[in-house]
């Protein structure tokens, strides 16, 4: 029998394994948030305050209603057919290919109508688009 009092052993509190996980949580939070940067749309948005000398010939002014309604340089377009459209823009576009289709439609307008717009103008071969912006100034006026 051995009555000797043994050895009291300390308890060790190994901080390696926890400093290696730390370090790959670590690792993996700054590659996911450096990788979240690229994935990013980039978006340049048109100034609407801005004033620009404006092309008046090879403008093409298509309006868009609540109600789904075209009206190509104020001239109301009997249909709301693609192909009623695009006859409408091809009347319109004076400069030809060259000329600009600007999109003002009702905020309350559905995609669709402004998606017709563009398809009718893409297949008429009028690449230059672009939307009718209202500046914030005149937005608040009319609210007053």
Excluded at 74 to 84: A, P, Q, S, Y
Excluded at 121 to 138: D, M, N, P
Aim: neutral net charge.
């Amino acid at each position: 029998m051995n009555f000797r009092p043994h050895a009291r052993v300390e308890p060790e509190i190994n901080l390696i394994p926890f400093i290696d996980v730390l370090l790959v949580v670590l690792i993996f939070l700054m590659l996911s948030t450096t990788y979240s940067k690229f994935t990013e749309l980039q978006v340049k948005l048109p100034a609407a305050d801005a004033e620009q000398l404006r092309d008046y010939p090879r403008e093409v002014v298509v309006a868009v209603s609540s109600d789904g309604r075209y009206m190509v340089n104020k001239t109301l377009v009997d249909g709301r057919g693609i192909e009623v459209l695009g006859a409408a823009l091809t009347l319109a576009a004076k400069a030809g290919k060259e000329s600009v289709i600007i999109i003002s439609a009702d905020a309350s307008a559905t995609h669709q109508a402004v998606i017709t717009v563009m398809e009718a103008a893409r297949r008429q071969g009028l690449t230059q688009i672009t939307f009718a912006t209202q500046s914030s100034s005149s937005l608040q006026a009319g609210v007053k």
